[in-house]
C-alpha cells in the first residue's frame, strides 16, 4: 500500500525567506501526487498536483514542486512567503487510477515576523 | 457553486449519544469521501461512494459507525454509541469520477464528546 512520509511536523521561517516542505513516499509503479494546504478552521485545499508529464509543477499561491522519481521526493517550495502562508501542508499519493488518495501528517509552517 | 456543506460544524455530545453528520457534495460530482482528523493519526479516509455506492469502507474505525448517501446530493455519517475517543474533525470531500485527483473538501464537522 502507498505510504506518504513528511519529515518534518512543523518548519518556522522568516517572512520574505523561502521555504521547502519534504514529502517522500513508497514507490509504485505509476503515482499521483498531491499538495493540499489547511489553513486555521478551514478544510483541506489543493495546492498543486503531479499526474504525469513536466516534473516541476506549478500551484496556486506561488508554490511550486518537483516530482523526483529516483528518489521517491515531491518537495514543496516558494522563494518568498508572506505571513497568509501560514498554514498546514499535507503531502498526499495515490496510485495511478486509484480512487483513494493517502495523505501524510502533515507539516505546520509559521512565517515569523 | 457553493462548494462542500458540511453540518454541522460543530457538535458537543456526551458518551453513548447517537451522532449524525451531514454532507452536501458540489453538484455534479459523483464522488464523496468520508475523512476522519486527529493529532494522533492525522487525517484517515473512512469511506468513499461512487454514485452513491459504498466503493471502500475499510477505514471505518468499528461497527458504531455507519454512512449512506441515499442520493447524489446528501451523505450522513453516524456513530452510535458515540464514544469519547470519537473526538476528531471530520471532513466530508467530493470529486467528478473523471478527475478523482482533485477533491474538494468541506469545512468539516469538529465533533467533541464528553
Known amino acids: ?113 | 457553486d457553493a462548494g462542500v456543506i458540511q453540518s454541522p460544524r460543530h457538535e458537543v455530545t456526551e458518551m453513548g449519544q447517537e451522532v449524525t453528520l451531514r454532507c452536501k457534495p458540489i453538484s455534479g460530482h459523483n464522488s464523496l469521501f468520508w475523512y476522519r482528523q486527529t493529532m494522533m493519526r492525522g487525517l484517515e479516509l473512512l469511506i468513499y461512494f461512487n454514485n452513491n455506492v459504498p466503493i471502500d469502507d475499510s477505514g471505518m474505525p468499528e461497527d458504531r459507525f455507519s454512512a449512506k448517501m441515499p442520493n447524489a446530493s446528501f451523505s450522513t455519517l453516524k456513530i452510535q454509541p458515540s464514544e469519547p475517543r470519537d473526538s476528531a474533525v471530520y471532513f466530508c470531500a467530493s470529486s467528478w469520477t473523471s478527475d478523482l485527483a482533485t477533491q474538494y473538501f468541506g469545512p468539516g464537522t469538529r465533533l467533541l464528546v464528553l
Open chain 1, 1 to 113: 500500500a502507498q505510504s506518504v512520509t513528511q519529515l518534518d511536523s512543523q518548519v518556522p521561517v522568516f517572512e520574505e525567506a523561502p521555504v521547502e516542505l519534504r514529502c517522500n513516499y513508497s514507490s509504485s509503479v505509476s503515482v499521483y501526487l498531491f499538495w493540499y494546504v489547511q489553513y486555521p478552521n478551514q478544510g483541506l485545499q489543493l495546492l498543486l498536483k503531479y499526474l504525469s508529464g513536466s516534473t516541476l509543477v506549478k500551484g496556486i499561491n506561488g508554490f511550486e514542486a518537483e516530482f523526483n522519481k529516483s528518489q521517491t521526493s515531491f518537495h514543496l517550495r516558494k522563494p518568498s512567503v508572506h505571513i497568509s502562508d501560514t498554514a498546514e501542508y499535507f503531502c498526499a499519493v495515490s496510485d495511478g487510477g486509484d480512487d483513494k488518495i493517502i495523505f501524510g501528517k502533515g507539516t505546520r509552517l509559521h512565517i515569523l515576523p
